[in-house]
């Protein structure tokens, strides 16, 4: 509206509105009848390839030419030309009517082509750069629209989606079958020109090929895809009420980097459950095995019923809470776009629990079979060893989960609690303890340290074979930036771009390396 102003094209308050064909995404135009008692006029905007087939003149300055065969492909070129561009391109045509016209899909033709109108919608860095974390996030991004082919492979081939993939159009879709483009939508970057059914079918195509389908929208023709989807997310604040009905989650920005930032507070939400499932399963498996290798071995319980509830009620309440709810520790950007349900609560799962479970078991044996050898009565042996066994899994817990304040303040004060439930004569008796002097209290301090060493070193370990595993991810993604570089350097002119940003982004990997070696 700006533009037209801009140029002296402004709305005659005399017109009227007489009637209206709504634009629909199958019919590709919008169609209006407007004018006044001096006559009225069929103004119809839309798609080129829409559009130019309906129009048998075209309008130069203040003349009206017939519009032959050979000027409609030049039209044809120029909108791909600009659609090449980036741009959206509408095509604008009118004809005199009578007043009483109704605009239908067989009446609109015989238009007189006014011209194009060509917007761009620029591509934000932060967007590209978002696409290019969800990628690392084993994220793949799909462009579904209804702009012109040429636009959206202009537009994908800036934010870095293309990689070699195809670019298919509505009707291109209708002659595949289920089993054809199953097969093919793997290498389909871009589906252009589709209708709302065309959205569904490509959901629940990606669905049957083992895919989970997250579904991007803010309009009444995406509210089927959105509600089939996996997760469905409205767009912005100016989403239609369909679209935000059929969606889980509304975007309130309408930003990709939105969604990034979401998918790694995600990925971060697991890191936090696989350390406090570690610290719940891992602690438990350690008393179960010491519990039951005591009994073995010695013909009764080291630990009775008493003991064992007070051992979980101080190392699977608050400390657990407070892992679950702090940040992750020393998790870089890499690490947690590498996480994940299936990473997070998998081998590394297993190993962190059994770790766990293996100090915490050999710390108590070892603090109550030393206990035993100096002397110590049954009941102060396994005062120690139920010292030992709670204090190991508060320091491992405090080692893991880093020095923030809930952290501190849950492993400090559980221990806190247990010290006075042991060294408080009364309380002591409740539980079936002996007050210790001090060297049961150093036997518990020395093996509690030793095992939490053990813990950190075998977590350290464990930690950098981990980060070895996301450095062979990022050498396989180099691998195939290197091959985008080297398309790029076969077809030359055209793909220059492409290859100088498969290039800048092996800069940008290459520099955590760059920083693991100066430290």
Not at 438 to 464: K, W
Not at 499 to 517: D, I, N, T, W
Request: glycine share 10%.
């Amino acid at each position: 509206l700006e533009v037209a102003r801009a140029h002296g094209v402004t709305r005659d308050a005399d017109n009227e509105r007489r009637a209206e064909l709504p634009f629909d995404p199958a019919r590709g135009l919008h169609a209006s009848v407007e004018g006044n008692g001096a006559g009225f006029r069929l103004g119809v905007k839309g798609a080129p390839e829409v559009i130019l087939p309906k129009a048998t003149r075209v309008r130069r300055g203040q003349e009206i030419r017939d519009l032959d065969e050979a000027e409609r492909q030049r039209w044809f070129d120029r909108a791909d030309r600009l659609a090449a561009k980036g741009y959206r391109v509408l095509a604008v045509a009118a004809r005199g009517v009578p007043g009483d016209f109704e605009p239908n899909d067989e009446n609109v033709s015989e238009l007189v082509l006014q011209g194009f109108l060509g917007y761009a919608d620029p591509v934000r860095e932060s967007a590209r750069e978002a696409i290019e974390r969800l990628d690392r996030a084993g994220v793949r991004v799909v462009m579904i629209t209804g702009d012109h082919p040429g636009t959206a492979e202009s537009i994908a081939r800036e934010l870095g989606l293309l990689n070699g993939h195809r670019v298919v159009t509505g009707a291109e879709l209708d002659e595949l079958d289920d089993a054809e483009l199953t097969e093919a939508v793997e290498h389909i970057a871009v589906f252009a020109r589709v209708a709302p059914l065309q959205k569904v079918r490509i959901v629940r195509t990606l669905q049957s090929a083992g895919s989970a389908v997250g579904m991007t929208g803010d309009g009444a023709n995406d509210a089927p895809a959105i509600q089939l989807a996996d997760v469905g997310i409205a767009l912005g604040e100016g989403s239609t009420s369909a679209a935000r009905a059929a969606a889980d989650l509304i975007v309130s920005d309408g930003r990709i980097e939105t969604i990034m930032r979401a998918v790694l507070e995600g990925r971060a939400l697991w890191t936090r459950v696989r350390d406090a499932v570690a610290i719940l399963v891992g602690g438990n498996l350690g008393e179960i095995a010491f519990t039951v290798a005591g009994g073995l071995s010695g013909g009764r319980s080291p630990l009775n019923a008493r003991q064992l509830l007070l051992v979980n009620l101080l190392t699977d309440t608050l400390p657990a809470l407070a892992i679950a709810v702090r940040p992750p520790k020393n998790a870089s950007e890499e690490a947690l776009l590498s996480a994940g349900p299936e990473a997070s609560l998998g081998r590394e799962l297993e190993r962190d629990m059994l770790l766990r479970g293996l100090v915490t078991a050999a710390a108590a044996a070892t603090a109550m079979t030393l206990s035993r050898r100096q002397g110590a009565s049954w009941n102060e042996a396994s005062t120690v060893a139920l010292l030992t066994l709670t204090s190991t899994q508060l320091t491992q817990t405090f080692v893991s989960g880093g020095r923030t304040a809930p952290v501190i303040a849950a492993s400090a004060g559980s221990l806190a609690v247990l010290l006075a439930a042991v060294e408080t004569p009364r309380v002591s008796e409740f539980f079936g303890c002996r007050p210790l002097g001090p060297r049961g209290l150093l036997q518990a301090a020395a093996v509690t340290a030793g095992a939490t060493a053990v813990a950190g070193i075998a977590g350290e370990v464990l930690r950098r074979e981990r980060l070895a595993t996301i450095d062979e991810a990022r050498w396989r993604r180099w691998s195939a930036l290197l091959s985008r570089a080297e398309e790029a350097l076969r077809t030359r002119v055209p793909r220059r771009l492409e290859l100088l940003r498969a290039v800048a982004e092996l800069l940008r990997l290459l520099r955590p390396l760059e920083s693991a070696g100066a430290s």
